[in-house]
């Protein structure tokens, strides 16, 4: 179990080296995206501006409030609550990500699937894992909101964020199609029948 | 008692902002009990990480969670209070739009079709509004609760057959927490309804879910599936976030209702971690607020 410290954006190699269980703590840019961003990118054509290769995406959609564009907020919004949502809901949208747009980090929480695994595997992406429901503290490593791309879809707008000590976050599927969700749950379905037994239900 | 709706729609705005930035006492002694015993490495370290998030969160009167939710308010009318129901509802849906542009807070309510955001955390039929009624009292209580969507996204109904019997609710419920996963926010509270018709069914599931810790269903049969299933969960091993540990769940708790002989109705609905409510209390003596 490795730590590192990475200045975004990443290359291959560097995310390929990352095995299941380091922690990986994230500075410079890191880009915002959630449902609605991916279905417009990737179902009805549209582009951003933004250059996300070799980058990192956390699954979110913040809470903003609009102060206007200032040198302290150049994108006109300063962060009020910046989270993470549930991952899995956006799971197709793992390997175009990664392909079309040369990502190689998403974080979110709960996990993706076998997909996404085939993708970092393919492509040489990892999945890292924040504790999901802990805005306050994650807001706390967000500095600015540099700049915002398809802000009609605001809150789901594709947000540009400057972090500075973003983590310690757990890989937790590597690109070596090692998955802790599928570690744990094959585990706790071992455990299905004895849970089963103990509440006088013989398991079918 | 005659109530101010002036003093409602403020009220409702308050609640609204405190639910999401002030976990109830009861939440947080549930997690200080789950990280005493909890034995896993990763899973302790993620329970330390939400427990700091709460302290976090308090100094700097930060929303604990981004995910403001679908707005719930649940209204309990004293006999003895005198109040016009529709201007009543009317005053709890602007303190909600009021909270959300005036705070700012992200509306999460998207028109279902259209996935249109009015930006008010408000469309039709929300916030959901939930009326009760309850005998010789001059108090008019209303609980806010902000659900967010981890945790409603995973919810779940069975209608069973009366031959599936009393296993096929048990089984569902280990069955839910297992398809669950992390994608809930684990710890949850898992809220089980048992009987009634589909609609009530799923419904009690929500009032089970977002009761606070420690209490107990009412009915002896519901409490005793309670304490049996609560132990069955945690035996999985889901733990904190999905990644393994002791604690995946604070409680399961249940609640019942009457049914027909041919039904045998099962529903699950989750409440993540960020298990938020607030409380208003209106008395003649004035306005408090608590949880
Ligand atoms: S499931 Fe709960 S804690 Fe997790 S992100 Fe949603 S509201 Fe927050």
Not at chain 1, 26 to 31: A, Q, R, V
Not at chain 2, 19 to 27: E, F, R, T
Not at chain 2, 142 to 151: A, Q, R, Y
Request: charged letters at 25%; hydrophobic letters at 35%.
């Amino acid at each position: 179990m490795a730590h590192y410290d990475f200045n975004m954006p990443i290359g291959e190699a560097d995310a390929r080296r990352l095995e299941l269980n380091d922690t990986v703590t994230l500075n410079g840019t890191l880009y915002g995206i959630r449902d609605a961003t991916q279905i417009h990118m990737f179902d009805r054509g549209r582009t951003t501006r933004f250059d996300m290769k070799g980058h990192a995406v956390v699954h979110t959609a913040p809470n903003v409030k609009w102060v206007g564009e200032t040198a302290a907020h150049p994108s006109g919004y300063a962060p009020i609550c910046i989270g993470t949502t549930t991952s899995a809901r956006m799971e197709r949208f793992t390997r175009p990500l990664m392909e079309q747009y040369g990502v190689r980090i998403i974080i979110g929480k709960g996990g993706l699937s076998e997909g996404s695994s085939d993708a970092f595997r393919d492509v040489g992406g990892v999945y890292l894992a924040i504790v999901g429901g802990a805005a306050a503290l994650e807001t706390t490593w967000v500095e600015q909101i540099e700049e915002v791309d398809l802000d009609d879809l605001n809150p789901e707008s594709l947000w540009k964020f400057r972090v500075k000590g973003f983590g310690p976050l757990l890989v937790s599927m590597d690109s070596r199609g090692g998955s802790l969700y599928t570690q744990v749950n094959n585990a706790a379905r071992d455990k299905r029948a004895a849970a089963l037994a103990s509440l006088g239900v013989k398991a079918s | 008692m005659k109530v101010d709706l002036k003093e409602v729609e403020e009220a409702c705005k308050e609640l609204y902002i405190r639910a999401l930035k002030l976990l109830p006492p009861d939440i947080k002694d549930g997690f200080k009990r789950l990280d005493a015993t909890e034995t896993d490495a990763t899973g302790k370290a993620i329970l330390g990480t939400m427990i700091r998030n709460i302290k976090v969160a308090e100094e700097n009167q930060n929303l604990l969670c981004q995910d403001t939710g679908i707005p719930i308010y649940n209204v309990t009318i004293g006999s003895d209070v005198e109040v016009d129901g529709y201007k009543l509802k009317q005053a709890i849906v602007k303190g909600c739009e009021r909270a959300t542009q005036e705070h700012p807070l992200r509306s999460s309510v998207v028109h279902p079709v259209t996935r249109k955001n009015q930006h008010t955390s408000s469309g039709r039929r929300v916030p959901v509004i939930n009326l009760d009624f309850v005998e010789d009292s001059e108090t008019l209580s209303i609980e806010m609760i902000p659900k967010g969507s981890g945790s409603e996204n995973n919810s779940w109904l069975k209608m069973a057959v009366p031959a599936d019997g009393i296993d096929a609710v048990k089984t569902f419920v280990v069955d839910c927490v297992l398809d669950a996963g992390g994608k809930t926010c684990p710890p949850t509270i898992v809220g089980v309804g048992v009987g009634g018709t589909a609609d009530l069914c799923v419904h009690l599931s929500k009032i089970a879910a977002t009761r606070p810790l420690g209490s107990h269903c009412e009915d002896p049969e519901g409490a005793r599936l309670e304490a049996e299933l609560s132990s069955a969960v945690n035996q999985l091993g889901v733990g904190p976030q999905g990644l393994g540990g002791d604690s995946t769940s604070f409680a399961v708790h249940v609640e019942t209702a009457a049914t027909h002989i041919t039904m045998n109705p099962v529903a699950v609905n989750m409440q993540c971690h960020s298990a938020r409510r607030a409380r208003a209390t209106f008395t003649p003596k004035g306005l408090s607020y608590g949880f």
